[in-house]
């Protein structure tokens, strides 16, 4: 990692906080009657998806996947590969995506695929951040959290190489950085 970097703060926790709540009311409201499988997209989810559950008031089911596209870089290669499987059904069930960000769009347009052919009742795609300026392939996002611009991003679970998930913000990486 190149040293002359800076971390500039572009969401605070608390405004972190504020989306959470209201993603958190429009997806409680729409599945109030379910019993869905929210699907994390590990790892850069984990923190997101806490924080979500946490403010929602239903019975729901927890499962994580892990794909991988980048590696230790800051562009995707475009080949993703799932990582880590699914332990829950997916036949049947009303299905929610969690992702921390949507970027080109080719890693959730990939697992979107993929869950779509094991035959969920319905699927939504929940995402804090979307960085529809790089988007490759179109992604619909049914619950988007905050329109971010072209920066590399850490924090929040999102990472560098595997550094700065447990930043309580989230940053956008200036200078020299990737």
């Known amino acids: 990692m190149t040293s002359s970097f800076k971390l500039r703060i572009l969401l605070t ?30 790892k850069g989810s984990f923190m997101f998806l806490a924080d979500l559950i946490r403010n929602l008031d239903f019975p729901l089911e927890v499962d ?48 979107l695929d993929y869950l779509r052919k094991k035959k969920p009742a319905s699927l939504r795609l929940c995402a804090l951040a979307d960085k529809p300026s790089r988007r490759r392939v179109p992604v619909v996002i049914d619950y988007p959290g905050f329109t971010v611009p072209d920066q ?23 200078a020299d950085g990737p």
């Open 152 to 174: 590399f991003l850490v924090g929040y679970g999102l990472d560098w190489d595997e550094r700065f998930r447990n930043l309580p913000e989230i940053y956008a990486v200036d």
């Open 13 to 42: 926790r608390q405004e972190i906080e504020a989306a959470i709540r209201k993603l958190a009311a429009e997806i409680s409201h729409d599945y109030r009657d379910r019993y869905p499988l929210l699907i994390g997209v590990l």
């Open 64 to 111: 994580f996947i892990r794909l991988s596209s980048y590696g230790g870089a800051t562009e995707s290669s475009g080949k993703v590969r799932v990582v880590h499987h699914l332990c829950s059904e997916v036949a049947g069930r009303d299905v929610l995506v969690i992702e921390d960000i949507v970027d080109t769009g080719l890693t959730i347009a990939f697992l």
